[in-house]
């Protein structure tokens, strides 16, 4: 590992939360008219593999699995800094759910010899946490979860990770490979510097690889998402009841009311 | 990878950032109409143009009542795939007094029904501003967005570049369009405009209001894609102040605003207690009855006309739009949107001739201002010039007197009482007389007005 660490870092698109609306009537997702954007948390993701490589050299490879539109996403990881990126896309893609998805992601940071994946905490579209723990798990690699901070120690091969656990943290020594999920808002993302930003989103072109590129066009898609949605439903907003008390005393009879 | 292609292409790093000095032959600030005029413009001519914009997207920044004038933007694309709400098909202009009088005058020439429709359509700017940016790259103009413009480089008295808010975020090219819109911060920083006179600003407020098609067509007489332009005037308007309201038709949201001049708000008439009192006079609060607020701002607008006008041009530098005080709001019309294009187009065709020439200095772009004053934009300020001189001596009766008098007038003249029509004329005569200064006063003011209508 003398020529640093290849950092694979992973970053979705997501509809812009500022902009996704919930249809009143159908109950569904209105994300068609919401301009897509990078997943907030892969911010942090893309900061931290950017310090990452800063300490231990080496390079950061930005990937994303999603339609040819999410090049985007891989723009803006180039425009901060990333040296360069792939784009997972295909149709076979379509309707995968966390299994599948990051069963790509596991292959392609396979192909890329990943020593270290960095993802975000979970999208904020799906938000179930689900992939990086995926990655580790189809690549049999190690996992860091919920990440405060990072600590590599390249002569022995290890990664520190600093987790947030209730009531504290805890450090833990990760093997390489290694998978990453840093916490949302670990780190302050740096912004793209002018001329970065005007290379990624003019001159940087990711390469495309396909399902069969990664032998695995039978194990994804919907067909192969365990994943089945029952239905859908909006809860409508509860009124919450607001009462001041003056006293403990008082609270106490509130509280015995109510239990 | 057993299963994988032993071909499957790598990823190229690429970890040295090139540099993109002098790489643009232009710089545009701003992605509003005239930026995108601009760029658009010169990349048609075989330039190479850098758009920075700060928001998101463009538009994503803009506050706008609603009339977008198409008459150059058609020139540049197809209008008829940019997305456009309603054509105008009634304007209204109507006096409104504080004691909840209207007197109006509604127009529908026939004529606007039918294409072009006298090039007048209501746009929400954040889809049509990006609609048209995406026109300027198809042509191969570069945008940046989230990229905030804070000064200009100089070498000597000479524009090279800009200075943005990000790292590593100083970039030079031969020409710098500013195209920053109304709050010119750049314009004014770099010395290339004072700060406008109070009098010279206009502060407008702005709320959109949701309601379905059925109900806006219902209530404004509406069929298909034809729209509404409401212009109100008045101390049922804007109260003490010098301006005016507006309502305008979306497709399924409506506009309401209110802009007067900034030095007025200084006084203590706040835009909210305006918008407020305006948006429940009786002439307008049925208009938008029921609708769900789904957006406020507020925006300056420049109304100094002809005489406010900075210079145009600078070595290496040119201003447009509303940065260059490019804004018509005389009452009767508020309109930008036309002069931002224009400019924005006569600014790119000059800075185009002046880089085949291989020059950007003053002299060479010198055509720009030629060429706009040739055309109709300063040639309306000029005209509107007058208007807000007469608004000056005239605020009291305009906007207090004569609105209260229409309505007496009015009451006077269709009173249903056992007195004769010709009684009523007197009286309701009388009561104009005695607004406008008696017959002399009269025939001075409708001499000192007549310019408005033409
Ligand atoms: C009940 C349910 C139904 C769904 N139905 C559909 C559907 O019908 N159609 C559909 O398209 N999707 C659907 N999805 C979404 C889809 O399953 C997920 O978007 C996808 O599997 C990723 O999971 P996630 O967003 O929860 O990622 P998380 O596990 O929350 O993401 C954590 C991190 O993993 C990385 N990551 C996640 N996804 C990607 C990616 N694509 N590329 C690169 N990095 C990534 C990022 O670093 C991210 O921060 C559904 C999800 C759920 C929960
Ligand atoms: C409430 C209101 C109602 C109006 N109604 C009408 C009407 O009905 N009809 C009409 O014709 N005109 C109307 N106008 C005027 C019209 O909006 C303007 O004349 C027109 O938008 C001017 O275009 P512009 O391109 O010069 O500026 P803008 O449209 O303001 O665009 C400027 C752009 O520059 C960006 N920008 C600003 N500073 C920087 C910076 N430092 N760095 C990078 N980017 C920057 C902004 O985000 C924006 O996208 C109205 C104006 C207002 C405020």
Redesign the pocket.
Known sequence: MTDGWNIVV???QVPDADDVTIDPDTGTLNRSDAPAVL?S??RN?VESALELRAAVGGTVTA????PPVAKAVLQTAVGAGADGGVLLTDRAFG????WP?SLA?ARAAAELDADVVI?????T????????PGIAAHNGWSQLTYVESLEPRPDEGVLVGKRDVEGGYERVAAQLPVVV?MEFGANVPRPAGLHRKIFAETEFEPVEWTASDLGIEEQVGLANSP?K?GGMDTASPVERERVVVDSVDDLYEHIEEVV | MSESEPTLQKPNHQTETPNYDDAYDAIVVGAGLSGTAAALTMAREGLDVLLLERGPAPGTKNVFGGVLYTPTIRELVDIDDAPLERYIAEKKFSMLSADGDETAVSMRPSAWSDDPHNDSYTVLRRRFDEWFAKQAEEAGVTLITETTVTDVLRDGDTIVGVRTDRPDGEIRAPVVVLAEGANSLVSETAGLKDRPDREDVAVSVKEVFKLNRETIDDRFHLDGDAGAAYHYFGEGAVGEAVGGGFVYTNKRTVSVGVAYRIEDAAQGQTPEATLDAFESHPAVAPLVRGGRRIEYSAHAIPEGGADAMPDLVYDGAVVVGDAAGLVLNSGVHLEGTNMAVESGYHAGKAIAAAIEDGRTDEAALAAYPRDLEDSFVVENLRHYDWFHRTIATDRQFLFEDLPRALADAETEYFKMDRSSKEAHTDAARERLLDATGGWVGAAKRAWRFRRMLS
């Open positions: 992973c970053v979705k997943n948390p892969d993701a990937i994303t699995m999603g309707g995968s759910d966390t998805t992601l993802c975000g905490e979970e999208s579209d799906s938000s179930t946490g689900q992939v990086p999920a994943t949605v």
